[in-house]
């Protein structure tokens, strides 16, 4: 069931590591398929080297077991949380890396300092509050969901496809498993820029709103005009 | 048509990824033939993978397309600026390199640190002013390469081939595509060292001008020692 | 004799250097035999190019040695110290990691900053005081895993699987060579990240104890719930 | 002439670019035969990929070729003084090296922090005075060595088989062309962990002199216990 979802959850999962976003074993790729209301997800605490396609779990929105012989993923209630409340997504992506990270642990938003970030992210890149005690003793892992879908309360998730959680990491998001591999990729690198940035001026106020907006809307949305035409030879 | 310009520029492409400095699909480099008129540039959005010399597309210094089925990079208008303004340059390098690109979001300039700045750059690498709001709506990218030249009034080309965009990143060019990217790469070098240098001592003011106007001249103009004579076996 | 604890100390040394945990010949692996009372430990000074399993050294908990045609490394009497101290380890791993020893030479425990350190240290990662002149004088080696044993007079070696030795570097331990390893190299990224965050954020004060507990627990001790239930392939 | 020389002198350029110290073509190592008082030396701006041992130039000490068609290195005359004034040397590493160039360009000394800097430089690795206006004209790199020289007019050269050029980078040494490159080596990465050092604690003093001495006097000297006895099988 769901063969080719699987096979795209465990390519994007691989990139992770291929992108050198994972830490260890921390990091997780799932993706969902709207029609049939299923999810398809890593295994938890599997190795990457031996992975295989067919050790995708399969899970409903409840997170009952559709399809599968191994656990799924332990972040499986947060990523269910983010396909529940943001219907325009179909693939998740949750890896510590570094830098973007860094930011999480600090408790502090990426602002946008420049058109590399711009290219990706309508805006800073928010960070939620921490999660209380209650929380993390009733359902550590829903509840890091819901604290994502409460920040983005007036945020649209594919103007901005990324949150960091408070002394945790980020979780990116696309249209697809591989989209939020690249939205990873993309803010780890403007992570780390913009930590040398803060190093070489400490009181930069960051990119103007009107290059902000050219910069994401020649990449996104009707007007974009970067790349090539429909049904022209395009990668990527 | 130019063939070999095109080889050129291709292979000039694939030395920015080699060399680590592209994030993403963030990257071009462009090749001028001064007597034809004529630039050979990468398409916009395509993968590196993909790729292929007859890729590049020609266009003229109006930026009308001459050769070529796919639309040109997207800053296509900025390199025609520079070529159209600067007439000893015969090629162009533009990556989001990390190092480079956060002095560029922090609009400092790089100062000249050392004499592993020295050998390519005669001077601090320039940052340009924010293009005004009406500057993006008008025309973007080729204000991009505007503000370039600009800042260059009183500059020469070649003693400092490079340029920081404010809020973007860094724009390289050189004789040729080849030399282009190797300046791209020393900038990137000479931004990561600049920045450990002031984390170490951030009150630091600088090579002393008689040594920096030595290393560049040793290398370049008609004194320059540095290498073999002509005839002689020499790479690079 | 032996043949198969050597083997594990043989390719934890390995992974070390696949971690790029060391630092030249700087990091040496042991395993101990609890039954036997043996130790096997890389031999000193020997790169890790031409090292075969046969070269582990076997010594007893007073460094005698048992087989072996090759001196231990010198610091071995520092790893002797640990498994007389802390019943409940089998491997020891020491590397001069970059940011881990930067720690250490910082005389500033690692604090928890978030969930990727709590993943493996249930609180911050103790530096040690440096060792006397008479230490130094008396058992340099000895001595050093004397000052490792007082840190953590009221600390759960398992819990905190790991000590910065005071401008030294990290000692790193676990119930096998291979686990120690492990911790290494989350020790090192839970440091690279650290310094990262107090670049992003020097007023940081770090993770809520009750997530830090949360999250330490849900992969160690009685009620972890992360990976794969025992019998079922698990990897890793 | 001299091919055992040549040979050692070509592998150790390569190991330059194998250990990432080489920054562009911005790296030489040259060999010293004592006996026949001829230096081997990289020539002049030459890439790394076609060297060839034969390439290697042939010098005396006052910097005539002894043999060879190529130019020798740009920096041959500093190379010189350095064999002139330092008996017990016979190779010298130079590579613009990222984190030690950014001590020699904040014009600080390399202070010890820790017994990876002690196991190879016992005390401070110092920095030179700028050139002054006239020693750049009259001799700019005959004067290099010379400042290195004056700086080291109190300090022996194989306790401290390094010095920081100011607003340059560093010159390395030992008693073969293998050894002056594993002391660049290791002067980078303790250049390295210094940064990150300062970072995490900018008032750290550094190593207590009884252990700096320690370290560096149980690898180095007649008391020397690491590694293995001479004539056990011992690499590197």
Not at 207 to 232: D, N, S, T, W
Request: hydrophobic share 40%; proline share 6%; glycine share 8%.
């Amino acid at each position: 069931m769901l063969a080719d979802l699987k096979k795209q959850v465990f390519e994007a999962n691989l990139d992770l590591v291929k992108h050198g976003l994972v830490i260890l074993t921390f990091g997780n790729v799932s993706g969902f398929d709207r029609k049939k209301g299923v999810m398809a997800i890593k295994p938890s605490g599997v190795s990457y080297a031996k992975l295989r396609p067919a050790d995708m779990v399969l899970v409903d929105l409840e997170g009952k077991i559709v399809e599968g012989k191994l656990n799924p993923s332990s972040d499986t209630p947060a990523h269910l949380a983010l396909y529940r409340a943001f219907q325009e997504i179909g693939g998740i992506a949750h890896a510590h890396s570094e830098y973007a990270t860094a930011f999480a642990q600090a408790v502090k938003e990426i602002p946008c300092l420049g058109t590399t970030h711009a290219d990706h992210f309508n805006g800073a890149v928010p960070v939620t509050r921490f999660l209380t005690a209650k929380e993390v003793k009733d359902d550590y892992e829903g509840n890091t969901g819901k604290v994502i879908v409460e920040r983005f309360a007036r945020l649209k998730p594919l103007e901005i496809p990324a949150a960091l959680v408070a002394g945790h990491g980020p979780f990116c998001w696309g249209t697809t498993p591989a989209e939020a591999v690249k939205n990873n990729l993309a803010l780890e690198k403007a992570a780390k820029v913009a930590v040398m940035t803060l190093l070489a001026n400490p009181k930069i106020k960051g990119l103007p709103a009107y290059i902000l907006r050219k910069h994401f809307l020649r990449k996104h949305g009707p007007q974009a005009y970067y790349g090539q035409k429909k049904g022209v030879r395009k990668h990527e």
